[in-house]
């Protein structure tokens, strides 16, 4: 799986494109997310089609 983080503006939110939240992640990129966590306040994920319970 291939996905960046990229600041949004000079805010301290990080836009995470590329990743699909429905499928399973390697060990690899949700320490890739967890970094971007630590790096941002907050992650944006756009266009997932992801339920309540899912999150």
Same mark, same amino acid.
């Given at each position: 799986?291939?996905?960046?983080?990229?600041?949004?503006?000079?805010?301290?939110?990080?836009?995470?494109?590329?990743?699909?939240?429905?499928?399973?992640?390697?060990?690899? *990129?949700?320490?890739?997310?967890? *970094?971007?966590?630590?790096?941002? *306040?907050?992650?944006?994920?756009?266009?997932?089609?992801?339920?309540?319970?899912?999150?």
């Amino acid at each position: 799986m291939n996905f960046s983080i990229r600041p949004l503006d000079r805010s301290f939110a990080g836009e995470v494109t590329g990743v699909d939240l429905q499928d399973p992640l390697s060990p690899e *990129a949700v320490a890739s997310i967890e *970094a971007g966590m630590d790096r941002y *306040a907050v992650l944006v994920f756009r266009g997932q089609d992801i339920s309540d319970e899912q999150q």
